[in-house]
């Protein structure tokens, strides 16, 4: 999926309860999974229309989402002017592309983005240079399948296994890497119903 492609979604992204409730798992697994803080300053990359951020906003301070589409972006930051909330704000950011960022974060959380970024150690490289000391990352994606869930054409990872992606998340200076279940999507699939796990990685810097 092109750019383009996640613009001409983004309007109507948020009326798929099944995004709905992935996002909501996820959030419910983060939140098993690190003790996070009103004072905790966090980024979520890949956001979307900030459902999972929207989610996570009771437990954290100081909330900037960042995705690559200009579609997305325009939906999460009507939904943040909405809310009227000054804690939370939109960023363009290709986070293999371009500068880092100024900010450091405490926390850095993505749900299904990783498998669009062709470099996937390099994008862990950059994670964990702009999180601070000691800091978090959660990326929630799929588990290694077939390429049955995007189809023919999808030129991104078909999922990931779970030991080659923490190997890698060790080799870009993260200390300690945990794996959960956090949901499993269901799609009908060449007219059977197929099942998609989605994993929860939590890795700390130390």
Known sequence: MTNDDFDARA???????????????????IVRSVPLARSMRS?????????????LRPQLGDITLADVSTGMLDVAAA????????????LKLDLVA??????????????MTLHHIPDTAAI??????????????????LDTEDGSFHGPGFDGHLG???????????????????????????????????????????ARTG
């Open 98 to 111: 371009s500068p880092l960022p100024e900010q450091r974060f405490d926390l850095v959380y993505s749900l």
């Open 11 to 29: 309007a109507t992204w948020d009326d798929d309860p099944a995004k709905v409730e992935r996002a909501r798992d996820v959030a419910a697994a």
């Open 160 to 202: 990931f296994d779970r030991d080659a992606l923490g190997a890698l998340a060790r080799r870009a200076g993260f200390a300690t890497v945990e794996f959960s279940t956090a949901h499993v999507m269901t799609m009908a699939v060449g007219g059977a119903t197929r099942s998609f796990p989605i994993f929860l990685m939590v």
């Open 124 to 141: 862990l490289e950059r994670f964990r240079a702009v999180l601070r000391d000691p800091g978090c990352l959660c990326i929630a994606d």
């Open 79 to 90: 939904r943040i002017a909405a809310a009227h909330d000054s804690s939370m704000r939109t």
């Open 43 to 55: 980024l979520e990359y890949g956001c979307g229309t900030g459902q999972l951020s929207f989610m």
